[in-house]
């Protein structure tokens, strides 16, 4: 399914690598793997349509016009803990990236999303930003973040995630319809404790090996 507000990108690799993923027998060094993997993917589709310049360069044998990058570095900003492992596998696509990180928990009462931590590169006005976590759930803590990397101003900003609710999507979109949504899957529902079903378990435990 793909609507103007988000896209599931459906490549075969990705599928393949997603359903791997969901096993709950796949090792911490394996999930990590696949993390990074299906991560360094989903960079290569979301950033295609960043904007060129094109500027004289000279190859061994002759001078030529050729395309760059415009403006500043790519920004990507992970959503503490399991964002982490996403920004690992789009370093390996765009390793010249600027980091930042927003540290959110969930309630447990509320399912609300909690900021402890925040911390961006400067001068984000002409930066195009990709806002990452493997899960979109309630959509509480994705919606914080963007409300926090909204105050920088950027170029640009988009939300990239391995697996969505559909009631994740659904509040995430009406809190910030302008923001588009990448993911692989979008999966069934929310269980009663806003866990995503099948979905693949806690993806910060998976990661780091903790309970």
Same mark, same amino acid.
């Given at each position: ?103 959110? +928990? ?8 909690? *900021?402890?931590?925040?911390? %961006? !590169? =400067?001068?984000?006005?002409?930066? &195009? ?52 949504? +990448? ?8 269980? *009663?404790?806003?866990?995503? %079903? !099948? =979905?693949?378990?806690?993806?910060? &435990? ?6």
């Amino acid at each position: 399914m793909t609507t103007p507000q988000t896209t599931v990108i459906d490549h075969p690799l990705l599928q393949h690598k997603l359903t791997l993923l969901r096993q709950k027998e796949r090792s911490t060094n394996s999930f990590r793997t696949l993390v990074a993997e299906i991560s360094m993917l989903l960079a290569y589709e979301v950033t295609r349509e960043l904007p060129l310049i094109y500027e004289e360069i000279e190859t061994p044998l002759a001078k030529m016009r050729a395309p760059l990058l415009e403006g500043k570095k790519v920004v990507f900003v992970n959503i503490l803990r399991a964002g982490g492992g996403m920004v690992d596998g789009m370093l390996r696509i765009v390793p010249s990236a600027r980091i930042g990180h927003i540290g959110l +928990y969930r309630d447990p009462a509320t399912l609300g999303a909690v *900021e402890y931590y925040v911390k %961006l !590169p =400067g001068e984000m006005t002409d930066r &195009d930003v990709i806002l990452v976590d493997p899960m979109l759930a309630t959509g509480n803590s994705a919606i914080a973040a963007v409300d926090r990397v909204k105050t920088a101003e950027p170029r640009s900003l988009k939300f990239v995630c391995i697996i969505a609710a559909p009631e994740g999507l659904q509040n995430f979109h009406e809190a910030h319809p302008d923001v588009p949504v +990448y993911t692989v899957a979008i999966d069934e529902r929310l269980d *009663e404790h806003g866990y995503i %079903l !099948p =979905g693949l378990g806690d993806a910060g &435990d998976r990661l780091f090996g903790t309970k």
